[in-house]
């Protein structure tokens, strides 16, 4: 509503149009939908955490007990070391990656681009599974491991091994970007005044990218502290937060403290995006109008060099991926090395993993489908209309909340909000729905970022000579921004198809008989020692998940043409 000025001068307030109400009752109906399936979950973990076994009210007493038991306090050390030692690794590795990718004219850029992103594609324990093959008992290169004096790769060694494949094409991804952003004209003021390669790298290149650097930093500890795959497959006594909660909550049902647990691993996550959220607000512009766009120069023997190392991180990703598939066709490892389908028909048939693979597709399809249009409608309603604007201030808080929520947390809250009794969404526990709704929650933030990006490029007046003509804000968006954005719809839905495929700690507590996943699936085949077959069905996850990756990119393209000619008549 807005007031304006009667003929007597005392203010008369004008009702607010049906459309507004309407633009009104769709951002209720989001926020409700992320109060339900992210707000109240998380609040659960906390009700749990002070409740004893009887539900009666105990305070702080879980924690106090938690304190107490050395072998818990010895996990969370665990947790904390490991993470900044895959930091400490990985944030070096991917930055002299994309040093080489973005100040160099080395060849094939975009091939070493695209093999860093295969674990991307694949559950994260993939790579724990390939190193079991290469390092294990009956690794192919145990003898090698062990005459570096490294007695066996189980534990801590695999775990850190594990975690930096897994985890360097995200910390690549932010260094590329951080990197890209470079004024061609302060190197060219350093080489007039004569500065050498090592002082323009450490006084213009690092201080331009340490924002990067820290964001990079934050995200890989993060993803190590809460992931839960790799210290599952290859950790063996080595226990970490993340295994604490699923031993807790799945074999001794002590709730309350896999609850503890829970808020303990939720607070590194909280912490590192604070930091993140701050050093954000410090962060100057890196490029002005003026700016000269940074390109590299050829120089024989540098870019040579930059070849090699980049040859020598996509020969340890390609090693990744090509043993666990050479090891899903051995027929028996190590002594029969004959390729044959027999693990990937005992996966698909025996294990009734093709049931579980057909679920994670559906899962994927409905996580792509209404993930997108809740993410893009509820960005769309924060960033193209006005009014009630505390409910906006609710939404963008919750919006930005799963960045800080590690999928087991979040998983974890659902079996506590949703397998209530007095929960009237009771009848959503162990459904894929469910499963699809977490997952949705989990992956929030990032489509929610990237559809807003998309909207702010959007002049606002679209929406002003709109409601000077009296049209319905719904046919604006169906008719100008819902075109123009497609390509972002397109990278959104990609996004959330691959992280459905390939997420486990999100839903490792919501599945059923009736509803296991693929992802899942590997998990129990490996607790079982069933670890070929695991490999195979791994293996088939990836080529999943590139198959779709390609499918999109075509979508993407054909969008393109449909909906951007503009842009290129524009040229």
């Known amino acids: 509503m807005s007031a304006v000025l009667h003929g007597t001068g005392t203010p008369v307030r004008l009702k607010a149009h049906w459309t507004d109400r309407l633009a009104h009752l769709v951002l209720a109906v989001i926020a409700l939908l992320l109060l339900a399936f992210l707000a109240f979950p998380l609040l659960s973990i906390l009700s749990q955490a002070i409740e004893g076994r009887a539900g009666e009210f105990v305070g702080l007493r879980n924690f106090i007990e938690y304190a107490q038991t050395p072998a818990l306090l010895q996990s969370l050390w665990n947790s904390l070391w490991v993470s900044a030692a895959v930091t400490l690794i990985t944030v070096p590795l991917a930055f002299g990656f994309a040093y080489a990718l973005t100040r160099s004219c080395m060849p094939a850029k975009g091939l070493f681009r695209a093999i860093t992103l295969i674990p991307l594609l ?138 503890v647990v829970a808020i303990l691993l939720l607070l590194p996550a909280v912490l590192t995006f604070g930091v993140d959220h701050f050093v954000q607000r410090k962060q100057t512009a890196m490029l002005t109008a003026r700016a000269v766009p940074y390109s590299p120069k050829k120089s024989g023997r540098y870019d040579a060099a930059m070849t090699a190392y980049c040859c020598a991180i996509a020969f340890l990703m390609l090693a990744m991926l090509g043993m666990a598939v050479f090891a899903s066709f051995a027929s028996f490892w190590p002594y029969d090395l004959t390729p044959s389908l027999k693990h990937y028909i005992y996966g698909l048939v025996d294990n009734e993993v093709a049931a579980g693979f057909v679920n994670s597709l559906k899962m994927a399809a409905g996580t792509a489908v209404f993930g997108t249009a809740l993410v893009f409608m509820g960005a769309y309603m924060l960033e193209k209309t006005k009014g009630m604007d505390s409910l906006r201030g609710l939404v963008r808080l919750l919006a930005m909340l799963p960045m800080a929520v590690p999928g087991l947390v979040l998983g974890l809250g659902y079996i506590f909000f949703f397998n209530a009794p007095g929960n009237p969404l009771n009848g959503l526990y162990h459904t894929l729905t469910l499963m699809m709704l977490c997952t949705i929650a989990h992956f929030y933030t990032t489509g929610h970022l990237t559809a807003v990006t998309a909207l702010k490029a959007l002049d606002s007046e679209f929406e002003a000579v709109s409601a000077s003509l009296k049209v319905p804000f719904f046919k604006t968006f169906w008719r100008v921004t819902l075109p123009i954005c497609t390509p972002a719809l397109v990278d959104i839905a990609r996004y959330f198809f691959i992280n459905a495929m390939t997420t486990i700690s999100a839903v490792v507590f919501l599945y059923s008989p009736e509803t296991k996943l693929a992802s899942i699936a590997i998990l129990n085949m490996d607790e079982a020692g069933e670890l070929s077959p695991a490999a195979a069905m791994a293996v088939l996850i990836a080529c999943a998940s590139a198959v779709a990756t390609a499918l999109f990119m075509l979508l993407g393209w054909w969008v393109d043409r449909r909906t951007q000619a503009w842009r290129v008549a524009a040229r």
């Not at 951080?178 to 350093?190: G, I, P, S, V």
């Open 122 to 259: 694949a559950p994260s324990l993939l790579s724990a599974i390939s190193l079991i093959y290469w390092f294990g008992n009956q690794g192919f290169l145990k003898g090698w491991m062990q005459g570096l004096g490294i007695d066996q790769i189980y534990g801590a060694p695999g775990i850190v091994i594990a975690e930096c494949l897994a985890t360097f094409p995200h910390a690549l991804m932010i260094l590329v970007t951080a990197l890209t952003l470079a004024d061609a004209r302060l190197y060219e003021a350093a080489d007039a005044m004569g500065t050498t390669a090592a002082r323009k790298f450490f006084t213009i290149t690092l201080p331009g990218a340490k924002y990067g650097l820290i964001s990079a930093a934050l995200v890989t500890f993060t993803l190590v502290i809460t992931d839960f795959g790799i210290p599952k497959v290859i950790g063996g006594s080595f226990n970490v937060l993340a295994t604490d909660v699923f031993k807790l909550v799945i074999g001794q049902q002590d709730f309350a403290k896999g609850a």
